[in-house]
């Protein structure tokens, strides 16, 4: 499934740098769906090239992470469950930095 | 049956609307309500607690100079664009400053002064920068150079408080204000419970300080939520630089 990723509030310093990243993440369940933890999973191990803890904690992404999917807050279409689709636009921002 | 089933779709269709509005689709839960609500009446009803706050207690005078301490984080920003957008909207008349302290730390300040350099343009707001070098003769590289990385916030703390005195007095304004959001208090007051600080405890969520000082300083954003504050830029789509404490 192609999708595009931005890392913002910093979080691009774990992925080397790299605010937006074009990818192709390969379907794990048989149903052919994605669900945001399996993208989340996907991205820990493929993406993520230091301090992890940074980015998720357990299944999910570490509290005061944002996550925006086309420009819609997560939380209102399901969370971790929510199901992705192709060329969906998600947007990962942290809000652990000075003000 | 078919009753049930119609109320349901209403729900379905009623929980996907926004609840201010009831017109358009939610685009975020708000972290302070967890009500669902558009991106306009986001920056509405973020734009217009803020005034609430502001007019609830008295926070500035008609023909005051305020300096904005402006550190080109989130919080800054967000209070510049917020601060001179209620200013022009609702007329409070005030004249408003950028205020921006340079410590001379290579690699970190640089890029926000940047910004403050770039917020200065777009919104139209005189800046002044106040240099460590300037003021003590010391860039905080210098400093840790002699005392090393242990005791230096101490030295930055006292020197940027004061540093942000002396730079409001330059501009000769009559109030600074700075971009202490809800988390920062709940934090304070945490911190100061764990200190067991009484004294510090019961001041330190107060939203004016320093009226008996010579420059007294005011917290507009002591009950915006600091997830908020990053939401509302990316609604509106200006950025900022930042800094992750990591």
Same mark, same amino acid.
């Given at each position: 499934?192609?999708?595009?990723?931005?890392?913002?509030?910093?979080?691009?310093?774990?992925?080397?740098? =790299?605010?937006?990243?074009? =990818?192709?993440?390969?379907?794990?369940?048989?149903?052919?769906?994605?669900?945001?933890?399996?993208?989340?999973?996907?991205?820990?191990?493929?993406?993520?090239?230091?301090?992890?803890?940074?980015?998720?904690?357990?299944?999910?992404?570490?509290?005061?992470?944002?996550?925006?999917?086309? &420009?819609?807050?997560?939380?209102?279409?399901?969370?971790? &469950?929510?199901?992705?689709?192709?060329?969906?636009?998600? =947007?990962?921002?942290?809000?652990?930095?000075?003000? | 049956?078919?009753?049930? @089933?119609?109320?349901?779709?209403?729900?379905?269709?009623?929980?996907?609307?926004?609840?201010?509005?009831?017109?358009?689709?939610?685009? #975020?839960?708000?972290?302070?309500?967890? @009500?669902?609500?558009?991106?306009?009446?986001?920056? !509405?009803?973020?734009?217009?607690?803020?005034?609430?706050?502001?007019?609830?207690?008295?926070?500035?005078?008609?023909?005051?100079?305020?300096?904005? +301490?402006?550190?080109?984080?989130?919080?800054?920003?967000?209070?510049?664009?917020?601060?001179? @957008?209620?200013?022009?909207?609702?007329?409070?008349? #005030?004249? #408003?400053?950028?205020?921006?302290?340079?410590?001379?730390?290579?690699?970190?300040?640089? !890029?926000?002064?940047?910004?403050?350099?770039?917020? @200065?343009?777009?919104?139209?707001?005189?800046?002044?920068?106040?240099?460590?070098?300037?003021?003590? +003769?010391?860039?905080?590289?210098?400093?840790?150079? *002699?005392? +090393?990385?242990?005791?230096?916030?101490?030295?930055?703390?006292?020197?940027?408080?004061?540093?942000?005195?002396?730079?409001?007095? #330059?501009?000769?304004?009559?109030?600074?204000?700075? +971009?202490?959001?809800?988390?920062?208090?709940?934090?304070?007051?945490?911190?100061?419970?764990?200190?067991?600080?009484?004294?510090?405890?019961?001041?330190?969520?107060?939203?004016?300080?320093?009226?008996?000082?010579?420059?007294?300083?005011?917290?507009?954003?002591?009950?915006?939520?600091?997830?908020?504050?990053?939401?509302?830029?990316?609604?509106?789509?200006?950025?900022?630089?930042?800094? *992750?404490?990591?």
């Amino acid at each position: 499934m192609h999708l595009t990723l931005e890392f913002g509030g910093g979080l691009d310093l774990l992925c080397q740098s =790299v605010k937006i990243h074009e =990818v192709d993440v390969p379907l794990m369940s048989e149903t052919g769906k994605m669900k945001m933890r399996d993208l989340l999973a996907w991205v820990r191990t493929n993406l993520i090239k230091e301090r992890p803890e940074m980015f998720m904690k357990g299944d999910s992404v570490r509290p005061g992470v944002l996550v925006l999917v086309n &420009d819609c807050d997560w939380e209102l279409s399901g969370g971790l &469950d929510m199901e992705l689709e192709e060329k969906d636009a998600v =947007v990962f921002i942290s809000t652990l930095h000075g003000g | 049956m078919e009753e049930r @089933e119609g109320n349901s779709a209403a729900k379905q269709a009623g929980l996907r609307l926004c609840c201010y509005c009831s017109q358009r689709k939610p685009a #975020l839960k708000r972290p302070k309500t967890r @009500e669902q609500i558009c991106r306009e009446c986001f920056y !509405d009803v973020f734009e217009e607690e803020i005034h609430k706050v502001i007019m609830d207690n008295h926070l500035f005078r008609p023909g005051e100079r305020i300096a904005i +301490g402006a550190s080109g984080g989130k919080d800054s920003t967000v209070l510049a664009y917020v601060l001179s @957008e209620l200013n022009r909207r609702h007329k409070y008349g #005030l004249d #408003l400053f950028l205020l921006s302290i340079d410590e001379g730390i290579t690699g970190y300040r640089d !890029d926000s002064l940047e910004t403050v350099k770039r917020n @200065e343009i777009q919104y139209g707001l005189p800046l002044k920068v106040v240099s460590y070098k300037d003021l003590y +003769g010391w860039t905080m590289d210098e400093i840790v150079k *002699v005392i +090393g990385l242990k005791n230096n916030c101490t030295f930055c703390g006292v020197f940027r408080r004061q540093a942000l005195d002396r730079g409001a007095t #330059l501009l000769k304004v009559d109030k600074l204000a700075t +971009g202490h959001n809800a988390d920062d208090m709940a934090e304070t007051v945490l911190l100061n419970i764990l200190r067991g600080d009484i004294a510090r405890l019961s001041r330190c969520t107060y939203i004016v300080t320093g009226e008996d000082g010579p420059i007294p300083r005011c917290k507009p954003f002591k009950y915006t939520y600091e997830k908020e504050i990053v939401i509302y830029p990316f609604i509106l789509e200006f950025y900022y630089i930042l800094y *992750v404490s990591v």
